[in-house]
C-alpha cells in the first residue's frame, strides 16, 4: 500500500494535520506536574480543550487561567496563542529564511492557503512583514497595559500581564490572568485599557492583507477592493453594535446603568468589539440584556476579516451575500462595490460559507441541547457561536460542560480555526469536472 509523503499533499490536509499536531504537543505539555499550580497536570480532556482553545485562538476555559497554571503552563498557552494565531506555516517560513532555507513553491502554496492571500507571488515577504507587524504591535501594546497595570500591582507581574494580555488580544485569544473569570470587568471604565486592547484585537482582525496595504498606501495611493470592503463592513459593525449595546444596556443596573456617560460608552464600545473575534470583556456577559446577547451573537458569526487571527464567516463574506441580496431586490445582475464587480465565483462561496457555517453552529447548538440537558437555550446557542467563531465569550457555561459537550465544543473550536470548507476540501476525494454539462431546469423560488 503506498502512503502519500507529507510534501505531496494538499494544502488543505497539510493545515489541518498541522493544527491538530500543536494542538496535541499543547494537551501533552499541559497534562505535565509542571504546568498546574496543585503539581499534578490538568486532566487529559481539560488539557485537550484547554490546548484546542489556545491554539484556535478561541478563550473559552474550563479552569481559570490566571490561578489554575503555573508560569510554564501559561507560557505554553501563550505560545500556543502565538503559533495559532499567526499560523504555524508563517512560522515555519520564518525560521526556514533564517536558516536560509529556499521557499519551495509547494511552501508558498501552503503559505497562499493559510494566509487567505489571492496569490503566492511576494508571499514570503508578506510573511516577514507581518512577524514585523505583530512584534511591533504586541509590543506597543504590552508596554501600554504595563504601564497602566502598575498602579494595581508590582512591576514585574505588570510587565508580565502587559505582555500575556497583548499578545492574547491582538491575536484574538481572550485568554486572561485576571481571576476566577472576571476577564478585564475591573477597567470597565479605563480608557487607556479599553482603547489599546480595542486597537489590539480590531489590528489583528482586520487581516494581515489589508495591514500591509494601509502599510504601503502612503507609496502607492491605493486600496485593493477587498481592503475597502474589509475596512467599511468592520467599521460599520462596530458603529452598530456599540450604538445598539448602548441603546439595550442603557438602563441594565446589572451593567452599565451604574457606570459614567463615558463609561457606557466605553462599555458598549468594548462589547462591540470583542465579538470580532477576541473573548475578552469589560461587562459581565451573562448580566447583558438578551437583545444585547442576541447581537453578539450575531457579531460573533460573521467574526473578523480573511488573513487574521480571528474566526467567523468573516466581514467579506457578509458583505458579500448583502450586496447579492441588494441587486437582488433592485432587479440588477452584478454585485458592485466601489465601482468594481464581484466574480460570480466569490458570490457562491460566500454563500458556501455561510451556509456551511449556519449548519456547523445548528448542529452543535441541537447536540448540546441533548448533552447540556436543562440548560438554557440562548446560553447553548451563544456557546456553540463562540466556539465555531473562535471568540472565547460565554454566558457561564464553559466549566459545567459534559464530556461530550466539551469534546463538541473541541470539535467545533478546530472546525472553526481551520474553516469549515478547509476540512471539507482535506478529507474530500477531488474528482474531475465532468465533460458535458447538464440540460437547464428551473425551480420556483420565494
Known amino acids: 500500500m503506498n502512503k502519500k509523503p507529507l510534501s505531496s499533499l494538499d494544502p488543505s490536509k497539510v493545515l489541518v494535520m498541522g493544527f491538530a499536531l500543536i494542538i496535541l504537543l499543547g494537551a501533552f505539555l499541559l497534562t505535565l506536574p509542571l504546568a498546574t499550580v496543585d503539581g499534578n497536570g490538568l486532566k487529559w480532556l481539560n488539557a485537550l480543550f484547554t490546548s484546542t482553545s489556545a491554539t484556535c485562538v478561541t478563550g473559552l476555559v474550563v479552569v481559570d487561567t490566571g490561578t489554575t497554571f503555573t508560569l510554564f503552563g501559561q507560557l505554553v498557552i501563550l505560545s500556543l496563542i502565538q503559533v495559532g494565531g499567526l499560523g504555524f506555516m508563517t512560522f515555519a517560513t520564518f525560521f526556514a529564511v533564517l536558516l536560509g532555507k529556499r521557499i519551495s513553491l509547494k511552501e508558498r502554496l501552503l503559505l497562499q492557503e493559510a494566509l487567505n492571500n489571492m496569490t503566492y507571488a511576494g508571499i514570503v515577504r508578506l510573511v516577514k512583514r507581518i512577524l514585523v507587524f505583530t ?10 497595559l504595563a504601564i497602566r497595570f502598575a498602579f494595581d500591582m508590582p512591576l514585574s507581574k505588570a510587565i508580565y500581564y502587559g505582555i500575556f494580555h497583548s499578545i492574547s488580544n491582538f491575536n484574538n485569544a481572550g485568554f486572561d490572568l485576571m481571576g476566577e473569570f472576571s476577564s478585564l470587568t475591573g477597567y470597565v471604565e479605563d480608557p487607556l485599557v479599553t482603547i489599546v486592547v480595542c486597537a489590539l484585537i480590531t489590528l489583528g482582525g482586520i487581516g494581515f492583507i489589508v495591514m500591509n496595504e494601509l502599510y504601503e498606501y502612503k507609496q502607492t495611493r491605493r486600496l485593493s477592493l477587498h481592503s475597502k470592503v474589509v475596512l467599511y463592513t468592520s ?19 446589572k451593567t452599565i446603568q451604574p457606570l459614567s456617560m463615558s463609561g457606557k460608552f466605553l462599555g458598549s464600545l468594548y462589547q462591540s468589539v470583542t465579538p470580532r473575534t477576541a473573548g475578552s470583556n469589560t461587562l459581565n456577559i451573562p448580566d447583558l440584556t438578551q437583545p444585547s446577547l442576541f447581537i453578539i451573537t450575531i457579531l460573533m458569526f460573521i467574526g473578523a476579516s480573511p488573513g487574521s ?25 452584478d454585485v458592485v462595490f466601489f465601482k468594481r464587480r464581484v466574480m460570480y465565483e466569490t458570490i457562491f462561496k460566500a454563500l458556501t460559507v455561510m451556509v456551511s457555517g449556519l449548519i456547523l453552529v445548528i448542529t452543535v447548538t441541537m447536540l448540546l441541547t441533548i448533552s447540556e440537558h436543562g440548560k438554557n437555550f440562548l446560553m447553548i446557542l451563544f456557546e456553540a457561536t463562540s466556539a465555531f467563531a473562535t471568540v472565547g465569550l460565554s454566558m457561564g457555561l464553559t466549566p459545567d460542560l459534559t464530556p461530550f459537550g466539551r469534546m463538541l465544543i473541541i470539535l467545533t473550536m478546530f472546525a472553526g480555526r481551520v474553516g469549515p470548507l478547509t476540512i471539507a476540501f482535506a478529507v474530500a476525494i477531488r474528482r474531475h469536472s465532468d465533460p458535458f454539462k447538464h440540460p437547464k431546469g428551473k425551480i420556483t423560488i420565494g
Open 135 to 144: 512584534v511591533v504591535i504586541e509590543l506597543v501594546g504590552a508596554i501600554l
Open 235 to 253: 467599521a460599520w459593525l462596530l458603529v452598530i453594535g456599540t450604538v445598539l449595546i448602548f441603546l439595550f444596556e442603557f438602563n441594565n443596573p
Open 309 to 333: 487571527t480571528g474566526g467567523g464567516i468573516k466581514t467579506t463574506t457578509f458583505a458579500t451575500l448583502l450586496g447579492a441580496v441588494r441587486s437582488q431586490i433592485k432587479g440588477k445582475e
